[in-house]
């Protein structure tokens, strides 16, 4: 199975920082279809894990321009340009190119 | 909008098997796979399979074949995950998901004699 390795585990910020996590694979997550299937999502404290960015650098709908995924083959980075309240919790990538599809262990994201 | 509302939490003995549902709205249901993914403290976020919802397919996990069985009644709009043999690692938070983009709200399965 791909492992998906992600750094740091925690990450302490204040409101208005911009921080970045990275996402780093056992394998090449691209795809011979030519797309690489590497997702980002945010779980809030109680709620459902939802998605933010999807084939790497494509923003889900609704979701704020703050956030912006980068990265090809095996590396790969979420950043947040200018944290703000809503976006404490886990951050998990995902990879749904090889199967069976794998998460990270999740970065979790504190106010400092 | 977009809604998948899951039944409620489980308590089950080791041995026996459940049956989560996962009723879709607010979308054609047939137009988009379910997914199924397990959440718990120690193995964080694991990824069980997901059904065709309009042709019944399915794709698992070799980890949770013979544990995991995903089936969908389109006239009601609602995929159906159950678990079968159960043991206490079994215990967990379980989601069904459209496409990765809209998640249910999740349901606690507790395994326990």
């Known amino acids: 199975d791909v492992v998906l390795t992600q750094t740091p585990p925690t990450l302490s910020a204040t409101i208005g920082q911009s921080v970045s996590i990275s996402c780093r694979s056992s394998?090449?997550?691209?795809?011979?279809?030519?797309?690489?299937?590497l997702n980002w999502l945010l779980q809030r404290p109680g709620q459902s894990p939802q998605l933010l960015i999807y084939?790497?650098?494509n923003l889900e709908s609704g979701v704020p321009n703050r956030f912006s995924g980068s990265g090809s083959e095996t590396d790969f980075t979420l950043k947040i340009s200018g944290v703000e309240a809503e976006d404490l919790g886990v951050y998990y990538c995902?990879?749904?190119?090889?199967?069976?599809?794998?998460f990270g262990a999740g970065t979790k994201l504190e106010l400092k | 909008q977009v809604q998948l509302q899951q039944s409620g939490a489980e308590l089950a003995k080791p041995g026996s098997s459940v049956k989560i549902s996962c009723k879709a709205s607010?979308?054609?249901?047939?137009?988009?796979?379910i997914s199924w993914i397990k959440q718990t403290t120690g193995q964080g976020l694991e990824y069980i399979g997901y059904?065709?919802?309009?042709?019944?397919?399915?794709n698992y996990n070799e980890k949770f074949k013979g544990k995991a069985t995903l089936t969908v009644d389109k006239s009601s709009s609602t995929a159906f995950m159950q678990l079968s043999s159960l043991t206490p690692d079994d215990s967990a938070v379980y989601y069904c998901?459209?496409?990765?983009?809209?998640w249910g709200q999740g349901t606690l399965v507790t395994v326990s004699s």
């Open positions: 059904i065709n919802t309009g042709s019944g397919g399915t």
């Open positions: 995902m990879q749904a190119t090889h199967a069976p599809y794998t």
């Open positions: 998901a459209r496409d990765l983009a809209d």
């Open positions: 607010g979308y054609t249901f047939t137009s988009y796979y």
């Open positions: 084939s790497v650098s």
């Open positions: 394998q090449s997550l691209l795809d011979s279809d030519g797309d690489t299937y």
